[in-house]
């Protein structure tokens, strides 16, 4: 999936229980994405960050939380303050430097709270 | 702030029509539109990049349109295969200026059968 790796590919999880999703990618990208996706309709951005050590929340950050430590990572952690976490995650990097402002996906993960 | 809307949100035809998805977004203020296919429990593929200066984009037998001042695109998909089944989606790009971090806007999808 170009590049991305997002683990695990499936998780479950118990009420109040945090969870943490993984993206990994060697794209060399400089920014990089979290999106939710629910049944039947389109993505939200959750957090990105274009720089390591930095990021900003997206349209709906709440419950969620991101770290951006190096350039390669940026796990996304569910936590217990997210009232509905069950939905399929996608993670999305970019290239500043090829203009063209295109979005690269991995293959997503998806979370399902027992 | 956009609103990105696709209809139909599912869509049934034999193998071998030729159809077309439409997208409408209410901001034509939009630096790029791109269309993107997914299949179930996967991530996505970019099919096809219009940029906001123009018209049409083409690839084999995919052709998606542009109509900035519309707000419309349609994805017009040729000689459907079942191979072409999957979800649909397009996503709008504020102009660069307005470009907080590629905040794509995504429509819902229109979920494609091609039955053979």
């Known amino acids: 999936d170009g590049g991305i790796t997002q683990s695990p590919k499936y998780l479950f999880r118990k009420e109040g229980q945090n969870v943490t999703l993984s993206c990994e990618q060697n794209?060399?990208?400089?920014?990089m994405y979290w999106y939710r996706q629910d049944p039947g309709q389109g993505l939200r951005l959750i957090y990105y960050s274009q720089i390591v050590n930095d990021f900003q929340k997206g349209d709906i950050a709440e419950g969620y939380s991101v770290s951006r430590e190096k350039k390669e990572s940026f796990p996304l952690t569910v936590t217990s303050a997210q009232k509905n976490p069950t939905a399929f995650y996608l993670c999305a990097t970019r290239d500043f430097g090829s203009g063209a402002n295109v979005l690269t996906f991995g293959a997503g993960s998806r979370l399902t709270v027992l | 702030k956009q609103e990105v809307t696709q209809i139909p949100a599912a869509l049934s035809v034999p193998e071998g029509e030729n159809l077309v998805l439409n997208c409408s977004f209410t901001d034509s203020a939009i630096y790029n539109l791109q269309w993107f296919r997914q299949d179930p429990g996967k991530g996505l593929t970019s099919l096809l990049l219009?940029?906001?200066?123009?018209r049409e984009q083409t690839s084999g037998r995919l052709n998606a349109s542009l109509d900035k001042s519309s707000g419309r695109s349609t994805l017009y998909i040729a000689a459907s295969q079942p191979g072409d089944s999957a979800t649909y989606l397009c996503a709008v790009s504020p102009p660069l200026y307005n470009n907080a971090g590629n905040m794509l806007t995504f429509g819902g999808g229109t979920r494609l059968m091609v039955k053979p």
């Open positions: 219009i940029q906001s200066s123009q």
């Open positions: 794209l060399n990208h400089d920014a």
